[in-house]
C-alpha cells in the first residue's frame, strides 16, 4: 500500500529534551515536506526537500532541523523542544512539486512540558 | 507574500443539501496551483480537488467542485448532496510554481458540520 508512515502518533516530552519524528514514503517520491498545525492558522511549511540534495526552509523553521540522507526518509528533528513548539505535526511528499497533491502521514501529535 | 483566507471558521449543512466554503487568497504570481484538503476527526489529510491557475474550466470531482475566479483571487468548494461523511475540516491551499522554491500556504480551515 502507498503510504507515508509517521511515528510515534502521540508524542509527550520535557522541555530541552531532543526528540525525532521519523517519516518513511513508499512510493519513490522526490519531495517530502514537513508541517505543523495550529488551530486558527492551518498547517505552516517547516521545511521542504525538494530531492536528496536540496533541502529548505519553510515558513516556521525556528528549532526545528532535517535530514534527507536517502529518498524515502526525511526525519524531524527538535534539538531542544519548548512548550510552543507543541502541535500536531505532518509530514507530506509528492511526485514532483508544483502541481503534484501531497500525500500526507496520519500526524504526531506532539505536547511539550 | 502569498496568503490564504477561510473566512468561515465553521458551516453547516443539512444532509443531502448543498454547500460552499469560501477561499481567497494574494498573490503577485500568475501561475500556480490550488487545492482543497479535507481533515475528518482521524486527522487525515485527503486531497479532494485541485485546480491548475492557468486552466479557466473549474474542476469537478464527483459532488464536489470548485468555482474558480483568477481575476477575484477566489477559489470556493461547492458540495452537493451533501453526506454525513463529509463532516471535517477543510482546509484551502495554494501552491507556487516557482522553480528556485517551493511555497505551500494553507488557509486556516473551516470545520463543516453535516446535520442528519
Known amino acids: 500500500e502507498a503510504q507515508v508512515t509517521q511515528n510515534p502518533r502521540y508524542l509527550i516530552t520535557v522541555t530541552g529534551k531532543k526528540l525525532t519524528v521519523t517519516c518513511s514514503q513508499n512510493m519513490n517520491h522526490e519531495y517530502m515536506s514537513w508541517y505543523r498545525q495550529d488551530p486558527g492558522l492551518g498547517l505552516r511549511q517547516i521545511y521542504y526537500?525538494?530531492?536528496?540534495?536540496?533541502?529548505d526552509k519553510g515558513d516556521v523553521p525556528e528549532g526545528y532541523k532535517v535530514s534527507r540522507k536517502e529518498k524515502r526518509n526525511f526525519p524531524l528533528i527538535l534539538e531542544s523542544p519548548s512548550p510552543n513548539q507543541t502541535s500536531l505535526y505532518f509530514c507530506?511528499?509528492?511526485?514532483?512539486?508544483?502541481?503534484?497533491?501531497?500525500?500526507f502521514g496520519n500526524g504526531t501529535r506532539l505536547t511539550v512540558t | 507574500a502569498q496568503t490564504v483566507t477561510q473566512s468561515q471558521p465553521e458551516m453547516s449543512v443539512q444532509e443531502a443539501e448543498t454547500v460552499t466554503l469560501s477561499c481567497t487568497y494574494d498573490t503577485s504570481e500568475s501561475d500556480y496551483y490550488l487545492f482543497w484538503y479535507k481533515q475528518p476527526p482521524s486527522r487525515q489529510m485527503i486531497l479532494v480537488i485541485r485546480?491548475?491557475?492557468?486552466?479557466?474550466q473549474n474542476a469537478t470531482e464527483n459532488r464536489f467542485s470548485v468555482n474558480f475566479q483568477k481575476a477575484a483571487k477566489s477559489f470556493s468548494l461547492k458540495i452537493s448532496d451533501s453526506q454525513l461523511g463529509d463532516a471535517a475540516m477543510y482546509f484551502c491551499?495554494?501552491?507556487?510554481?516557482?522553480?528556485?522554491?517551493?511555497?505551500?500556504?494553507f488557509g486556516p480551515g473551516t470545520s463543516l458540520s453535516v446535520i442528519p
Open positions: 507530506a511528499s509528492s511526485e514532483g512539486f508544483r502541481n503534484s497533491p501531497l500525500h
Open positions: 485546480q491548475e491557475a492557468y486552466k479557466q
Open positions: 526537500s525538494m530531492n536528496v540534495e536540496v533541502t
Open positions: 491551499a495554494y501552491r507556487s510554481l516557482r522553480t528556485s522554491y517551493d511555497k505551500v500556504i
